[in-house]
């Protein structure tokens, strides 16, 4: 059974940096979705398996970025210069599909149960 599990959250204040983890069970592609209260669930990032090439939302690029610790199986998302709207909980998503596709809630089979991240203005 695929078990993904996330950690990292917290308050942070506007400018700042945090680091999510999505400890995983398996090695596949690994994407990392957002929601803020009434909001739909949104893409963040993405990183393929095994070519390791990520993807970002465009309202991120440029301040996150993916990685993955293939020992580990541990996939991060390092997130900096935090704004007020990067407020959500965040979750991570996995898939052994082979697919042109990343950036929908549909293109994952596995989710974790998210972590809360705050950033105060």
């Known amino acids: 059974q695929v078990q993904l599990v996330e950690s990292g959250g917290g308050l942070v204040q506007a400018g700042g940096s945090l680091r999510l983890s999505c400890a995983s069970s398996?090695?596949?592609?690994v994407g990392w979705f957002r929601q803020a209260p009434g909001k739909e669930r949104e893409f963040v990032a993405r990183i393929g398996w095994p070519s390791g090439t990520p993807t970002y939302a465009d309202s991120v690029k440029g301040r996150f970025t993916i990685s993955r610790d293939n020992a580990r199986a541990t996939v991060y998302l390092q997130m900096n210069s935090l704004k007020s709207e990067d407020t959500a909980v965040y979750y991570c998503?996995?898939?052994?599909?082979?697919?042109?596709?990343?950036?929908?809630?549909?293109?994952?089979?596995?989710w974790g149960q998210g972590t809360q991240v705050t950033v105060s203005s």
């Open positions: 398996v090695r596949s592609a």
């Open positions: 998503a996995a898939t052994f599909r082979v697919s042109n596709t990343y950036s929908k809630k549909d293109d994952y089979d596995y």
